[in-house]
């Protein structure tokens, strides 16, 4: 899985982006052989597992309180939007790619209402956020569109010669990897036949494009520098608009929380409601400041700065992943070294017991005869669907 992190520029991307990859790069345990130079690796938290197998983690990557499991995901710092991105504007197609190659995409607006379109800084308050998520919409629908009126010819060759047309569009656009069924979806939403796609006007095509979009490829959305005073009523308005979807974010809290957490001047575990210092005598004076600002203008207000909900959200809720926990001794829950629960994979919605096997390792995938969960014993095919929280053994053919 792999979680894109977008939105126009000045939103606080980046802020969010290295304070939730942060832990890892002081760690240095890279989970990823492959990882892009604008890559990054963060944590999902979910509830750890052990403690109710009585046992305690020991993971290769990420960690365990006990309490929490933090399970390893790629991020991705996806180049800053302009308007007319769709049509090559600013870094356009790059960043295009960029939100298609994501699993999920979490999109970073600034709830402050202090940066305009362009992500020019202006006074707090004035700048409408909802817009921000409207931009970010409206050139992902304009590049879907652009992508089918392109091929449309294509598309309506096929279905003259037998095709369903729900077929031949998933297949001009499988490099978005949209499906069937969300194509079939969206043009029912949308009221556009698929039948008579050879004559569609432009306003018709960019409607069913919005509709596909929101259906196939749904943002989280971070509503971010809610430290601003300015916010509060900015996130109720994000909040009526896009409901649940809508996350309260301060990236700048959680980036001074963690540096702070690393520092060993504070306690603090991302996604906490609280911290603890560790020796108030360490503190500079700037640094007590700072520390007692993120506790009243965040913490106290919000529960957490929002940003490991987020990342949550974005993988286990919108993008339906699911965390499991491969083993080799299903008695132990260990590996063949005796380590407990060494590995927490996060993989995307529906992934089958095959589909585990291929991810531990292709040669694994390839040999994978069925699996065994460790809570019931009980005999898993390959085609068995996971379930966030399973703890299962791979047996190889022989
Ligand atoms: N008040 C406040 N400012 C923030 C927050 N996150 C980022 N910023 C500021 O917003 C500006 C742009 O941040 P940056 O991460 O570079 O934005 P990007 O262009 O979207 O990558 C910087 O001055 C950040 O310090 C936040 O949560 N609260
Ligand atoms: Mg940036």
Redesign the pocket.
């Known amino acids: 899985m792999l979680i894109g992190v977008v939105g126009k520029?000045n939103v606080g991307?980046?802020t969010f982006f290295s304070a939730a990859t942060l832990v890892e790069a002081e760690r240095g345990n890279r989970p990823f052989v492959t990882i892009e130079p604008n890559e990054g690796v963060g944590f999902v938290r979910v509830r750890s597992v052990c403690t109710e197998l009585g046992v305690r983690c020991e993971p290769k990557y990420g960690w365990c309180n006990g309490r929490y499991r933090y399970v390893p995901v790629k991020l991705l710092?996806v180049a800053?939007l302009v308007v007319g991105a769709h049509a090559g504007r600013g870094l356009g197609n790059k960043f295009l790619d960029d939100l298609r190659r994501a699993t999920v995409n979490i999109l970073v607006v600034d709830a402050s209402g202090g940066t305009d379109d362009e992500g020019n800084p202006v006074p707090p308050g004035t700048h409408d956020p909802v817009r921000d998520v409207e931009i970010v919409e409206e050139e992902f629908a304009r590049w879907i569109a652009g992508i089918i009126r392109k091929n449309l010819d294509k598309v309506v060759r096929r279905v003259r010669a037998g095709s369903k047309p729900d077929e031949a569009l998933s297949e001009v656009l499988s490099g978005l990897a949209i499906g069937r069924r969300e194509i079939l979806r969206a043009a029912e939403t949308a009221g556009v036949s698929l039948r008579s796609l050879d004559g569609i006007g432009e306003e018709d095509l960019v409607r069913f494009s919005r509709v596909l979009r929101r259906i196939s490829k749904p943002f989280l959305i971070a509503a971010n520098k809610v430290d601003v005073p300015e916010s509060e009523e900015n996130v109720k308005r994000l909040k009526e608009q896009y409901g649940d979807a809508v996350v309260p974010t301060s990236a700048e809290a959680e980036l001074i929380l963690r540096k702070a957490a690393s520092a060993g001047l504070i306690r603090y575990e991302p996604g906490d409601p609280q911290f603890t210092v560790v020796d108030e005598a360490r503190l500079t004076e700037a640094q007590r400041r700072a520390l007692r600002l993120v506790e009243e203008k965040v913490l106290d207000k919000f529960g957490g700065t929002g940003v490991q909900e987020a990342l949550d959200r974005a993988a286990l809720q919108v993008a339906g992943g699911v965390v499991v926990f491969p083993v080799e001794n299903e008695s132990r829950y260990t590996d063949k070294d005796g380590r407990v629960l060494p590995d927490a994979l996060l993989l995307e919605r529906g992934s089958t017991l095959k589909d585990l096997a291929y991810a531990i390792h292709s040669e694994i995938g390839e040999k994978a005869a069925f699996g065994i969960d460790a809570r019931t014993k009980m005999r898993l095919g390959l085609d068995y669907v996971l379930k966030s929280g399973d703890v299962i053994k791979i047996v190889l053919k022989r």
Do not use: Y
């Open positions: 520029t991307k980046t710092d800053g």
